[in-house]
């Protein structure tokens, strides 16, 4: 199995239903401010603590959704934002769910998100049904201060492919098989590290008793004049020369096409990445970028040779805006012809899909980093072929 990024996971609720003490007994630390003056988280706040067989997950408290007061309205629209970025929602009430819950619920059925709630302060208020609505209802009191019906409760509805994926080669790679990961050290790697998606590659290529040789691209030719790899794994940036140099009988991806599998939506890039060829001058693209590394102007990837790449391929001048972190997405979403999304090791699926479901809505094509580079530099069926085989169950 491979682990994924933390698991985000959100409390929701009203004013005083006690969301702070529940994160405050779940994590066994006493830091999030609690008291019984209705509305006093304002803002999202973020605790880490460790499940059992999940690994570490990111708690978030957030502020009341009946808050009236004049900054109200402010803080009940963070608290939906929190919505669209986690891959459970808590819902927590106290004596009886209302309309609140009942719109919460909507809220997170809307968008396919697993949620539950929490009868908090069961000290005072009698039992209700343990189903609600078609959820579960789990009764606790922050009193007894024993986090393991919560933590329970968690692990049953936490999706898997929240915290693990299976196998990131879909199938395609068996135990005993050589895989070359191409990783050149340029100016672009970080200092002294690997990068998630390399890191996690190689963790998934143990787990499947498979073995991962890695190769700057010089050392590439020499490698594969004796070896013939079942896999080469290479850096996007250096497609262009690594595919001039695996023999076209050596299947041939990148880390991002590998991990927009299990980070974003492959079908959907895979159909969308075509629509390159439809750009005409002066169209607007939006480049979304999930983290905030720091930017080098020359050679950016997102800023710099994405654009290049796609002007070059269309022979057209086109427009681009570059959205970092997870800043909410432009409003006029329709006046972009085409959406980049880049690998997304930074953030969880469940912030990627919410993106990319907005997208979608506003009939925008998303490719992803790894497809663009593919299709501009002409290699893009080669490139995503060992997936179209293994969802054809061909190979
Ligand atoms: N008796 C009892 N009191 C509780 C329980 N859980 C929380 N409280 C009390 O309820 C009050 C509100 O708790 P908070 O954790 O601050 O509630 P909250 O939902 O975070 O409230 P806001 O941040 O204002 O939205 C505090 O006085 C808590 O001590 C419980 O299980 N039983
Ligand atoms: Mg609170």
Known sequence: MVKLNRPHIGIFGRMNAGKSSLINVLSGQDTAVVSAVPGTTTDPVKKIMEILGVGPVTLIDTAGLDDTSELGPQRTAKTRQILDQVNLAVIVFAQEPGVYEQELAALCKQRAL???????????????????????????????????????????????????????????????????????????????????????????????????????????????????????????????????????????????????????????????????????????????????????????????????????????????????????????????????????????RAQILARLRRLQEALVPVSNYGMTIAWCTGIFERVTEIFRRSVNGED
Request: glycine share 6%; with cysteine.
């Open 114 to 348: 697993p949620f539950f709630l929490v009868h908090n302060k069961r000290d005072l208020y009698p039992a209700v049904q343990p189903v609600w609505n078609g959820a579960e209802v789990v009764e606790f009191s922050c009193l007894e201060k024993e986090n393991a019906p919560l933590v329970e409760a968690i692990i049953r509805h936490l999706p898997h492919n929240a915290y693990s994926a299976d196998d990131i080669f879909g199938g395609f790679v068996k135990a005993g098989d050589e895989v070359v990961l191409v990783i050149p050290i340029d100016a672009s790697a970080p200092q002294g590290r690997l990068i998630l998606p390399q890191v996690q590659t190689l963790r998934g290529l143990l787990d499947i008793h498979a073995r991962g040789i890695c190769l700057q691209p010089a050392e590439l030719g020499g490698w594969l004049a004796k070896h013939t790899p079942r896999l080469v794994v290479t850096d996007s940036q250096a497609f262009q020369y690594v595919s001039s140099v695996v023999p076209a009988s050596v299947p041939l991806t990148s880390f991002s096409i590998l991990f927009s599998r299990v980070k974003g939506d492959f079908d959907l890039f895979l159909k969308s990445t075509p629509a390159i060829d439809r750009l005409q001058e002066g169209d607007k693209v939006l480049i979304l970028e999930s983290c905030s590394h720091s930017v080098n102007k020359c050679d950016d990837i997102g800023r710099v040779k994405i654009p290049a790449w796609l002007q070059k391929k269309t022979g057209v001048s086109l427009q681009f805006d570059v959205l970092s972190n997870l800043d909410p997405l432009p409003c006029a979403l329709d006046s972009y012809k085409l959406a980049v999304q880049c690998g997304g090791c930074m953030v969880t």
